[in-house]
Nanobody
Framework: QVQLVESGGGLVQAGGSLRLSCAASASTFRRYTMGWVRQAPGKEREFVARMSGIHGSTDYADSVKGRFAISRDNAKNTMYLQMNSLTPEDTAVYFC???????????WGQGTQVTVSS
């Protein structure tokens, strides 16, 4: 079982930046592909970014490419999402996720709210 705890959300003005963190409990953290998923009010959950555990390859949603950067520190069992040039459309609850499977992701954090004001 993997426990994921997000932090770093908050209120920011448009054009600003935030960095989200996700602390994972598992000692096998480095083996997992990790990612971020967000859900805006009244909308379905949306993939944001992911990073493989072994090779560190990354993938981003088109809506965040060039603005967001995912990274991880395997020694600290922690993943990050650096978010720059934020817009009100980025307002959502951001979930840390791990280990993709055929139905989505095996593990989810509790989510952290990001609100971008115009």
């Amino acid at each position: 079982q993997v426990q994921l705890v997000e932090s770093g959300g908050g209120l920011v003005q448009a054009g600003g930046s935030l960095r989200l963190s996700c602390a994972a409990s598992a000692s096998t953290f480095r083996r997992y592909t990790m990612g971020w998923v967000r859900q805006a009010p009244g909308k379905e959950r949306e993939f944001v970014a992911r990073m493989s555990g072994i090779h560190g390859s990354t993938d981003y949603a088109d809506s965040v490419k060039g603005r967001f950067a995912i990274s991880r520190d395997n020694a600290k069992n922690t993943m990050y999402l650096q978010m720059n040039s934020l817009t009100p459309e980025d307002t959502a609850v951001y979930f840390c996720v791990a280990n993709p499977n055929s139905s989505g992701w095996s593990y989810w954090g509790q989510g952290t709210q990001v609100t971008v004001s115009s």
